[in-house]
């Protein structure tokens, strides 16, 4: 299955769950219910995944948790609040960069609108040669910010 049709999959989980339960919630149950919805469109979801990484000799058994790994190939980092904030996409995308991942999903069932809550986040890190990992470096004329495509107003359509 390719990338865009499991975040298509996703995406329209998402609306489908916030337009039934609405914002509101404790993270936990919109993650438990979207896990289901997700499993119920034929994905393979790992939850509050424990995700090790070596950084500059060191090895860390967790160094975080995901909230869900999807396919073992999309991140989908959930929140509950009011507004996303600027540290959020920040957050995704240093868990794309540590685990070599393409894409990630940030999904504020918070938010009064899906479309509002609801931020896909591309991976464009080149891994180096090195072996330290350089996630919070930047290099002269070119800035790593990853591009930020807009949420569409309507979920989109899922083949049965």
Known sequence: MEIDQITGRIVSAAYKLHTD???????????????????DRGLRVERQKRMPFRFAGMDF?????ADMLVEGRVLVEL???????????????TYLRLLNLPVGLLINFGAPRMNEGLRRIVNDHV???????????????NPRRAPELPATSAPPATSA
Do not use: C, W
């Not at 058994?61 to 948790?65: I, L, Q, V």
């Open 21 to 39: 339960l609405g914002p509101g919630m404790l993270e936990s149950v919109y993650e438990v219910v979207l896990e289901r919805f997700l499993e």
């Open 61 to 65: 058994d967790e160094g975080f948790r």
């Open 79 to 93: 929140k509950s609040i009011e507004a996303l904030a600027p540290v959020h996409k920040k957050q995704v995308l």
């Open 127 to 141: 891994p180096s040669a090195q072996s330290a990992l350089r996630v919070n470096r930047q290099r002269t004329g």
